[in-house]
């Protein structure tokens, strides 16, 4: 090439990061080896669009290439621009230093008239005479260094996250841009919730979607014989791209996305917003209050769900972290109550020892619920915990419990098992609500057992109780094994029943 042809080529690339890849780069394909970075239609999109925007979330399905666009468009950038700063941030040292390897071999195969002079090179840093540089590293550097472009390869997996997100924000702030890319990993973390406040156009990132049907190679009939190599979870997260259900969530994808599409903003609220009532108390029907108190010091949540025995449906929720256990107390009774003296059934320890006590002793409540040993209350352990959460996991799957509650969907999709094995809201995140429909889940279990007969359903035209058909119609059908194991008692009940 004439030094004509070489201005006119260096033009050409410095104006077109997609030229410049198409013709100069060359990437590492798993069959075929070393060959040239011909674009797709889709990578040439997100191309455009991180080039024209300055805060760039991308969903990504598995093996789309995005990180090898990143990794070429931090090159083109430090070619062609000057004391330009990009920093990638990874899961790990080993990705980051991956990520930098993949940067040097591009460099090392473009002509030498492409190629500035290398001032400083090692595992995480590529500083080229243009006066710009690369550094890859993990999450955790960062604070104080003025950023061009920061690139945070699968964002939704990277430990401490939030903190790190704090501590870097700042030096990108005044001007540079910011590229966060991923596959999904449930709804527990930064990256799902920034993705999430760019649709409601709550912050100003702009969403790159890419979906696995844009990949030419990707076709029906290997998408049929993918999925039947793996877990439906896993299909969804690796390549559908779906948050729901996703990551490691104690409830499965069917029964939260059920949940989820069920809920309603169909309410009306009392006491300053924490209770929301989705129906009013019906005659003659039963209800169960499963609760968990708090000291009411914005730490964490009182919180109580109403639900009704003889439809599963969930009829109220209480939610609050500024009420105090006196008035959470009373609270409590008043709309025990109000749904027909309702089986109250709070949390038995630690400070759910004292509001049981002001319930029964000063509020005199008159429908605690007792456990089989005559004690008030729901006593949780580790051993009891496994069989209350059971109640709810099976609760939900069996449509036993109908859900109207946004706030309540949102925990469960955050309460996860952590990897040592122990269910809980996932670091930064709250399950009180859960905790206490775990607990009412449990009771509704444990009177449907006990009861001889259902709550009944009061007709619309003369208010009569339909006691007969009961059995047949509620949702907590009740058992036909008796608890106590005796002829003649038996024979009461089944005469009591009919």
């Not at 997260?237 to 490691?248: P, W």
């Not at 939610?319 to 025990?336: E, P, Q, R, Y």
């Not at 009180?432 to 429909?437: E, P």
């Amino acid at each position: 090439m004439s030094s004509l042809d070489i201005k006119e080529e260096i033009k050409k690339c410095a104006e077109d990061p997609v030229y410049f890849m198409c013709k100069y780069i060359n990437v590492i394909h798993p069959i075929k080896g070393v060959v040239p970075f011909h674009l797709f239609e889709f990578q040439k999109r997100i191309v455009s669009e991180v080039g024209e925007n300055r805060f760039n979330i991308i969903r990504k399905f598995r093996q789309a290439g995005v990180t090898t666009i990143c990794a070429a468009y931090s090159l083109w950038s430090i070619i062609f621009k000057k004391h330009h700063y990009v920093m990638v941030v990874s899961i790990g040292d080993r990705e980051s230093t991956a990520f930098l390897g993949r940067v040097m071999d591009m460099y090392y195969d473009l002509p030498r008239w492409l190629q500035p002079e290398i001032r400083e090179k090692n595992k995480h840093t590529l500083l080229l005479s243009s006066g710009s540089k690369i550094k890859s590293q993990p999450a955790g550097a960062g604070r104080g260094e003025s950023v061009s472009h920061l690139i945070v390869d699968e964002a939704a997996f990277v430990e401490k996250m939030r903190a790190f997100w704090a501590a870097i924000y700042p030096t990108i702030s005044t001007g540079g841009k910011a590229t966060l890319l991923s596959t999904v990993n449930g709804m527990s973390n930064l990256y799902y919730e920034l993705y999430r406040d760019a649709q409601l156009a709550k912050n100003n990132f702009n969403i790159v979607d890419i979906t696995w049907p844009e990949h030419p190679d990707y076709t029906e009939k290997w998408s049929e014989e993918t999925k039947g190599n793996m877990p439906h979870r896993l299909w969804l997260q690796e390549y559908e791209c779906e948050f729901l259900g996703t990551g490691d969530t104690f409830i499965d994808y069917q029964t939260l996305r059920k949940v989820v599409e069920n809920v309603s903003d169909e309410y009306y609220s009392m006491y300053a917003g924490a209770l929301r009532v989705f129906e009013d108390p019906i005659p003659y029907h039963e209800y169960v209050i499963g609760a968990d108190a708090s000291y009411g010091r914005e730490f964490d949540y009182s919180a109580f769900h109403v639900i009704n025995l003889y439809d599963g449906k969930q009829v109220a929720e209480f939610h609050s972290n500024t009420m105090g256990l006196k008035d959470f107390a009373k609270t409590l009774a008043d709309v025990g109550r109000k749904y027909n003296s309702a089986y109250v059934a709070p949390e038995r320890n630690g400070l759910g020892i004292a509001l049981v006590e002001s319930l029964f002793e000063d509020l005199e409540y008159e429908n605690m619920w007792m456990d089989d040993k005559g004690e008030f209350g729901v006593k949780v352990d580790t051993k009891s915990r496994e069989i209350i959460l059971g109640d709810l996991e099976d609760a939900l799957r069996t449509n036993k419990l109908d859900i109207r509650s946004r706030r309540l969907a949102d925990e469960l999709t955050t309460f996860i098992i952590t990897e040592n094995g122990k269910v809980e809201a996932d670091e930064g995140y709250n399950d009180d609500l859960v905790m206490s429909l775990a607990h009412a889940a449990h009771v509704a279990k444990d009177v449907t057992k006990r009861s001889p007969g259902m709550p009944t359903k009061a007709t619309p035209q003369d208010g009569d109780v339909n006691r007969q058909e009961v059995a047949k119609q509620s949702t907590w059908i009740p058992t036909t094994n008796s608890k106590y194991n005796d002829p003649e008692i038996d024979e009461y009940l089944s005469w009591l029943n009919n």
